[in-house]
């Protein structure tokens, strides 16, 4: 080589390796994209890795193996509405004053003053998306535009909230329309659309990841499935060996390995967080048509662990430790704090109540629960049950619970009936030797009842208690339609 040419030589491989360290600088700075898979009424039993017979969740399970299964993680409410606003806000629903399964006919949702995930992550300048269910009101004000999304594509409710319910009569439910952004672009969805929304919803989610591998994202895939009426694209009908339900838990198997791919092919899967989880437990009144929560007691609409409990998985290489399992309890009140403090987010203002619960995710050696305990409302403001921090322990107070009594569910979509039981006293259940809930052990443990007693009260003279008639005053107002 020409010894004048060096100089120059030196100075282009200078600027090379600046441009290098510059970008590898950048990648380090870059906050952690985050994906959030929620299944609506998927069964605690419902995932290979969790139980699951007659059917197989492969692309889940290979998550279960690069990541960690979270064998007691719990929704907040075992119900639609509240169980999405607690994912989204940190909150227990009824702080914000969420209840239920907000329909069509509601006037209220989430208050324009809540701090949302996706408003959480703008504060570094994430992308965000919504593919699939909101259910936090569909009225113009409380749509995911308004709260932090920069796009939307899927039903502003549950997909049986539509005229071709079985349980009602002809006129009960208007037309169920379907969003693209704040625009209907289907104003009436019929049967034939709905076995398309899982792949739609795939779709989106896909091109998502590819518009934004060079952005930090959120990312928030909301199935409709497996909620009845169950629907399946014609790839996965009959696929199964437990009938529709099967080929539908398959399909949203495959929709989650679609997204994986996604991930590796734009070699983002290291910067990035993947969460697996399903709203509530399974609705039993629907027997094949409805999910399994095996071996835990009932289903959704309680606060018995077969209600609350879910699956969970999560996925975050050089992370969160391949293959391992957590057994200490954690709830979705928790995973907005502990995202806020992995990408450098300020926190709202207001009270919340999820803790930042990273040590466990992280399989730190030690790690333990944060909180003294978590708590179990239902209806519209009944504490049902406490669970301690470290899981063991769970009371339930008297209240009364639909319970399919041992009973088969219905056949072909048709639901059977529920019948109603009650709880006569408060009674406690050690689930480190009772996962079941099968016996009560409050006489053996009076010291455990009387310390879950108290915390039960602190929490009443917080949020207010109507099974015990006692006024909180730590509850905000949802937001309200103008005029009403």
Not at 121 to 132: E, H, L, P, S
Request: hydrophobic share 40%; net charge neutral; glycine share 10%.
């Amino acid at each position: 080589m020409h010894p004048h040419r060096l100089p120059s030589l030196v100075l282009v491989l200078a600027v090379a390796l600046a441009g290098i360290q510059k970008a590898v600088g950048a990648a380090a700075d870059r906050p952690p994209n985050v994906v959030i898979i929620f299944t609506d009424d998927q069964g605690y039993a419902d995932v290979g890795v969790f139980g699951a017979g007659g059917f197989k969740t492969p692309n889940l399970d290979r998550l279960a193996t690069q990541g960690r299964q979270f064998k007691q993680f719990y929704v907040a409410q075992a119900v639609c509405s509240a169980s999405r606003a607690a994912l989204l806000t940190g909150c227990y629903p009824n702080r914000i004053g969420i209840s239920g399964a907000l329909g069509p006919s509601s006037k209220i949702g989430i208050a324009p003053g809540e701090m949302t995930l996706a408003e959480l992550v703008k504060q570094r300048d994430y992308a965000t998306a919504i593919f699939g269910k909101w259910h936090l009101g569909h009225l113009p004000e409380f749509l995911p535009m308004r709260h932090g999304f920069d796009q939307w594509y899927g039903l502003p409710y549950s997909n049986d909230m539509w005229p071709y319910h079985p349980e009602t009569k002809p006129g009960t439910w208007p037309d169920l329309p379907l969003f693209d952004n704040d625009r209907v672009v289907n104003p009436a969805v019929q049967p034939a659309d709905q076995e398309q929304l899982t792949s739609d919803y795939t779709s989106r989610a896909v091109n998502f990841i590819r518009e934004n591998q060079n952005h930090p994202f959120l990312l928030y895939v909301a199935h409709n499935m497996p909620h009845v009426p169950l629907y399946v694209s014609e790839r996965f009908r009959g696929r199964s060996q437990r009938g529709l339900y099967g080929d539908v838990i398959m399909e949203i198997d495959w929709s989650v390995g679609e997204i994986m791919k996604a991930l590796d092919r734009h070699q983002i899967a290291e910067q990035t967080l993947v969460i697996f989880i399903s709203d509530n437990g399974p609705w039993l009144s629907y027997g094949d048509h409805g999910g399994s929560a095996f071996p835990l007691r009932e289903g959704k609409g309680t606060s018995w662990e077969g209600g609350v409990r879910v699956p969970c998985i999560m996925r975050w290489p050089e992370r969160i430790p391949a293959g391992t399992v957590c057994n200490l309890p954690l709830m979705t009140i928790d995973l907005l704090p502990t995202i806020a403090a992995r990408i450098g987010a300020r926190l709202p203002e207001h009270r919340i109540d999820g803790r930042d619960v990273w040590p466990l995710l992280a399989g730190e050696a030690g790690a333990r629960n944060p909180h003294d305990a978590y708590f179990f409302y239902y209806n519209r403001n009944d504490l049902e049950a406490v669970l301690s921090g470290d899981g063991r322990w769970k009371l339930v107070f008297p209240h009364t619970y639909r319970t399919m009594a041992g009973r088969p569910g219905g056949f072909g979509g048709q639901p059977a009936k529920y019948s109603s039981s009650k709880t006569g006293r408060a009674e406690l259940y050690d689930l480190g030797n009772d996962v079941t809930e099968s016996k009560d052990v409050a006489a053996a443990h009076p010291e455990v009842v009387e310390r879950l007693q108290l915390l039960a009260d602190a929490m009443r003279a917080d949020l207010g208690d109507e099974l015990t008639k006692a006024t909180g005053s730590g509850s905000r107002p949802p937001g309200r339609a103008a005029n009403q």
